[in-house]
C-alpha cells in the first residue's frame, strides 16, 4: 500500500509564491515518474509538471517559467515551487507517483488527495 500526503497550498496572493511537497510512504522499492495535476471548479483535471526518474522535466505552458519541478529520491518526495502565480492558478493540486513495491513488479500510479491553491487579492 503506497500513500501520498500533499502539503503547502494555502491562500496566495497574485504575484506570490507558494512550495507544494508530496511525500510517499508505504511499500515502495522504486520510483518512476512523478508529477503534479490541478483541477479547478468546472474543469477537467490536467497536467501541470512531470520529472521522470532520470530528472527530465516537462511543464504545461501556462506555467512555463514560473514553476519549478523537482524530486528527492532518497526521501521520496516531488516538489513544486510555484512562483508568479496567477488567479487562473487557482485549483485544487494533487501529485502521482509511478513505484513498484518490488523489482519483479510492474510500476503502479498512485494519486494524493490534493491541496487547494487559491490565488486571490
Not at 500500500?1 to 508530496?22: A, I, M, T
Not at 492558478?89 to 509511478?98: E, F, G, H, K, W
Amino acid at each position: 500500500q503506497v500513500q501520498l500526503v500533499e502539503s503547502g497550498g494555502g491562500l496566495v496572493q497574485p504575484g506570490g509564491s507558494l512550495r507544494l511537497s508530496c511525500a510517499a510512504s508505504g511499500s515502495i522499492f522504486d520510483i518512476g515518474a512523478m508529477g503534479w495535476y490541478r483541477q479547478s471548479p468546472g474543469k477537467q483535471r490536467s497536467v501541470v509538471a512531470s520529472i521522470t526518474s532520470s530528472g527530465r522535466t516537462n511543464y504545461a505552458d501556462s506555467v512555463k517559467g514560473r514553476f519549478t519541478i523537482s524530486r528527492d529520491n532518497a526521501k521520496k518526495m516531488v516538489y513544486l515551487q510555484m512562483n508568479s502565480l496567477k488567479p487562473e492558478d487557482t485549483a485544487v493540486y494533487s501529485c502521482n507517483m509511478a513505484a513498484r513495491p518490488d523489482a519483479r513488479s510492474a510500476f503502479y500510479m498512485h494519486w494524493g488527495q490534493g491541496t487547494q491553491v487559491t490565488v486571490s487579492s
